[in-house]
């Protein structure tokens, strides 16, 4: 009798739906301009928790800004556009190749 009630316990023939959450929406962004370092970039996102939209700015090595703005969603995937301003500058000097000399006689 005790094996009966614990079988019936143990396995319930009601079963409850599950419920998977929604995708929330959200929105952030952020800059970072540090002139010592030269780094700048920003970045804005944002998505209504079926399809998001963004986009982000980039300083390049050679003076020029990339700018890339994007779309994303589960029909026609990830979608960019990529897009520069500014002139590229290079020196116009270049100095002497940067070298390291080795220390030690073996690989290891």
Not at 90 to 107: Q, R
């Amino acid at each position: 009798m005790l094996a009966v009630v614990c079988a019936a316990t143990a396995y319930p023939d009601v079963y409850e739906p599950v419920y998977y959450p929604e995708p929330l929406p959200y929105y952030f962004n952020y800059d970072v301009h540090d002139d010592y370092k030269g780094t700048h970039f920003d970045r804005n996102e944002k998505s209504d928790g079926k399809a998001l939209h963004g986009s982000y700015t980039v300083a390049l090595p050679d003076g020029r800004k990339q700018h890339v703005e994007y779309k994303a969603d589960h029909y026609k995937g990830f979608v960019a556009k990529v897009s520069y301003y500014g002139k590229a500058k290079h020196p116009k000097y270049y100095g002497p190749a940067i070298t390291f000399k080795h220390k030690g006689d073996s690989y290891h």
